[in-house]
């Protein structure tokens, strides 16, 4: 892909020396001396959106990470789920979740945003960089579905995926939202039984249906001219967002890093994602 190709090359190579240095979440802790580390011309701004079933709690990990190296981060959940399960209703589609997104940045008064999304998370950030793209500086697409305009998050979906989702929908609560999973995909990385797997569980939430069914309008092409980047987790690969990847990969404006984690590599890698945030 041109350009973009070489800075795959270049990418893929830093990547190796993030994964033969990185921390594991047991052992990291942050010292206030951390939290001195860079000038403020040097600080960066994040916000980050979720996948399908998580909320603002799944990036605790790489937040402090960021946090105690002097950069501001904002981790909202979506309206209805995580932390904001409370609001859940029928009115729920993807562009609650695109404002939910712009009104954090828009309130916060934020500029030069790195926006980053993760797996169902790719939908909602590529509506906000399409509204504000004088706010936002790079979009990150961390192991996401892409969206073209006019298509809902279920257009991607494999349609057996679809149906189980809506049939779940339906029986567990007449279609308000789709429970969560009984157990966790293995493709998201967690060992049963590990307290890792028990923590993402038990924090997991419904997921309101109608954002997988109502079509994402964009104006713009996809990211609206913004520097964008695709973290591809192939460590092992889901095949729900097979047809994003190949996307992606058509398209000559992006940057490609393939990234040896699996889906949930926010929680299982928090180190090497941290890394690889800070270096776009």
């Known amino acids: 892909m041109g350009s973009g190709h070489d800075r795959d090359l270049s990418r893929r190579g830093l990547i190796g020396g993030f994964a033969a240095g990185a921390l594991t979440a047991a052992s990291y802790s942050a010292t206030a001396e951390e939290t001195c580390k860079i000038p403020a011309s040097a600080q960066k701004t994040f916000v980050f959106a979720h996948g399908s079933w998580h909320g603002g709690w799944c990036w605790a990990r790489i937040a402090d990470r960021l946090r105690a190296q002097g950069h501001k981060c904002l981790t909202p959940s979506y309206t209805g789920m995580g932390d904001r399960v409370h609001l859940l209703n029928k009115t729920i589609t993807i562009d609650t979740f695109i404002e939910d997104l712009t009104n954090t940045i828009t309130a916060e008064e934020l500029s030069d945003v790195i926006l980053v999304g993760h797996s169902f998370g790719g939908v909602p950030i590529s509506g906000v960089a399409d509204r504000i793209p004088e706010k936002l500086k790079h979009l990150v697409y961390l192991d996401s ?24 929908a339906d029986a567990a609560n007449g279609g308000l939202a789709v429970p969560v999973p009984k157990k966790l995909p293995p493709v998201w990385g967690f060992r049963e039984g590990s307290p890792d797997y028990e923590w993402v569980l038990r924090r997991l939430s419904p997921h309101p249906l109608r954002s997988y069914q109502t079509p994402l309008v964009l104006k713009n092409p996809i990211g609206n001219h913004l520097p964008k980047t695709y973290i591809h987790c192939e460590q092992p690969e889901n095949p729900v967002i097979e047809q994003s990847r190949k996307l992606v990969r058509s398209l000559p404006d992006w940057t490609w890093i393939d990234f040896k984690g699996p889906h949930d590599s926010m929680i299982t890698h928090p180190s090497q994602i941290t890394d690889l945030l800070l270096s776009v």
């Open 145 to 168: 579905i892409v969206l073209e305009n006019g298509q809902a998050a279920f257009s991607l979906y494999p349609q057996r995926e679809v149906e189980e989702r809506i049939a779940a």
